[in-house]
């Protein structure tokens, strides 16, 4: 089993930055690879970034490449996503999951999931 805490979400300007955390709990996080999903009001839950177990490998949706980058520290059991030049279309809730093997950028493919945490991009 597997636990997963984000924090770091909150109202920030356009053109902002914030930077969420994803804390896991289990000795295995470093065989777990990551992802980032978001989900806004009346729509699908969409992938964001993923990251591999050793974190050499990233992965990143259209809508957020150059703008965002994921990255882990498996001493800390957390995995980040730096979020810059914010737009008001980022905001939704975001959530971080984890899967056994590969990275993958389709939801079902994760095993576990946190509770998320709101991200507003509002003037």
């Known amino acids: 089993q597997v636990q997963l805490v984000e924090s770091g979400g909150g109202l920030v300007q356009p053109g902002g930055s914030l930077r969420l955390s994803c804390a896991a709990s289990?000795?295995?996080?470093?065989?777990?690879?990551m992802g980032w999903f978001r989900q806004a009001p009346g729509k699908e839950r969409e992938f964001v970034a993923a990251?591999?177990?050793?974190?050499?490998?990233?992965y990143y949706a259209d809508s957020v490449k150059g703008r965002f980058t994921i990255s882990r520290d498996n001493a800390k059991n957390t995995v980040y996503l730096q979020m810059n030049s914010l737009k008001p279309e980022d905001t939704a809730h975001y959530y971080c999951?984890?899967?056994?093997?590969?990275?993958?950028?389709?939801?079902?493919?994760?095993?576990?999931w946190g509770q998320g945490t709101q991200v507003t991009v509002s003037s």
């Open positions: 289990g000795r295995t996080f470093s065989t777990y690879a």
């Open positions: 990251i591999s177990w050793s974190g050499s490998n990233t």
């Open positions: 999951a984890t899967k056994f093997g590969t990275s993958s950028s389709t939801s079902h493919d994760y095993n576990y």
